[in-house]
């Protein structure tokens, strides 16, 4: 079945530590983000790819990298964790065109102590 | 920057009624779209309405669109304790319309739907 999958669930992590969060589609869409979300809050765009090889950044400043060296793998990269950084991360991942709705994954809820 | 906000930010109705959510947005799009959001969980997408249309229907959501006002109403009818959840409007803005199709979220509204 087609889908998208995010891991870890949750994670708790201490300061200072390298995480990365993992996210894959089966779906072959060319088009994939990364949101960053806090409880009760409106959805931040901080990354997204259109294929490839190519990321840019979104919106909202980051001190994120991610990368895409395959259509399917979008995984995004926190050097050195920090409490600031604790939230809820939304990958997603969308058709070519401008008409079509995203599929989300079930979101990393990261917690940094 | 935030494209749009929602109206009512949280709604509590009983279940067999309506349920009406607004949203306004600032700039030209492409679309807009309407997504549900379980407690702690991804969005799913309901319904995508192009900026040439009016009114659409699915199931028994109901979203209209005006483009002059820059704003979108969701209606929910017969609403279910099943539909207890987040909803949020997000739109495709003209200028990114082309290769990134960036969706923008609102804010959202918490609906509850009591039993």
């Known amino acids: 079945e087609a889908d998208i999958y995010q891991t870890p669930r949750y994670l708790v992590i201490g300061t200072g530590k390298k995480i990365t969060l993992e996210c894959s589609q089966t779906m072959g869409h060319d088009k994939m983000y990364w949101y960053q979300q806090d409880p009760g809050m409106e959805l931040h765009l901080i990354h997204y790819?259109?294929?490839?090889?190519?990321?840019e950044k979104g919106d909202l400043s980051s001190e994120s990298t991610v990368s895409r060296i395959r259509t399917e793998h979008f995984p995004l990269t926190l050097e050195s964790a920090r409490p600031s950084h604790t939230s809820q991360y939304l990958c997603?991942?969308?058709?070519?065109?401008?008409?079509?709705?995203?599929?989300f994954g079930s979101g990393t809820r990261l917690t940094v102590v | 920057s935030q494209q749009g906000e929602e109206d009512p930010q949280a709604l509590s109705i009983q279940e067999g009624e309506n349920a009406t959510m607004n949203c306004s947005y600032k700039?030209?799009?492409?679309?807009l779209q309407w997504y549900r959001q379980n407690s702690g969980r991804g969005l799913v997408h309901l319904i995508l309405?192009?900026?040439?249309?009016r009114e659409k229907h699915s199931g028994r959501l109901r979203v209209t669109l005006d483009t002059s006002k820059k704003s979108s109403s969701l209606l929910i009818t017969a609403s279910r304790a099943a539909d207890t959840a987040s909803y949020f409007c997000a739109t495709v803005e003209k200028d990114y319309g082309g290769a990134t199709n960036k969706l923008i979220f609102g804010t959202g509204t918490l609906l509850a739907v009591q039993p």
């Open positions: 309405i192009r900026s040439n249309e």
């Open positions: 790819s259109y294929g490839v090889n190519s990321t």
């Open positions: 700039t030209s799009i492409n679309n």
């Open positions: 997603a991942s969308s058709d070519r065109g401008v008409h079509y709705g995203y599929t």
